[in-house]
Nanobody, 125 residues
Framework: QLQLVESGGGLVQPGGSLRLSCTTS????????IGWFRQAPGKEREGVSF????????YCKDSMKGRFTIFRDNAKNTVYLQMNGLRPEDTAVYYC??????????????????WGQGTQVTVSS
């Protein structure tokens, strides 16, 4: 059974850092694209970043480039999202998800079939 479990969220001050983890099981990690998404209250779920053996890494918005880094450890079946320079507008529930698609539409939630339960990130002073 394919499972994804997020961890690492919490409360952090503006300018601070967090590293989110997406621990997977039940499938071969490097066969899938793993995406990170987030959803703030009252807003739609949006793509943050994804990592794929075919497409490499992509950051879905310019505001994330240079602040966020996605990487994976196949030996630990885990994908990480390192977030630096956090801003209040980064506050959201962060989800990871898996898709067999490796090209096109990878920042779109509909592309992904399997989701974790989410982890809350709050950026506030």
């Amino acid at each position: 059974q394919l499972q994804l479990v997020e961890s690492g969220g919490g409360l952090v001050q503006p300018g601070g850092s967090l590293r989110l983890s997406c621990t997977t099981s039940g499938f071969t990690l490097d066969r899938y694209t793993i995406g990170w998404f987030r959803q703030a209250p009252g807003k739609e779920r949006e793509g943050v970043s994804f990592i794929s053996s075919t497409s490499g890494t992509t950051y879905c918005k310019d505001s994330m480039k240079g602040r966020f880094t996605i990487f994976r450890d196949n030996a630990k079946n885990t994908v990480y999202l390192q977030m630096n320079g956090l801003r209040p507008e980064d506050t959201a529930v962060y989800y990871c998800a898996a898709s067999l698609r490796t090209r096109l539409g990878l920042c779109v939630p509909m592309t992904y079939d399997n989701w974790g339960q989410g982890t809350q990130v709050t950026v506030s002073s």
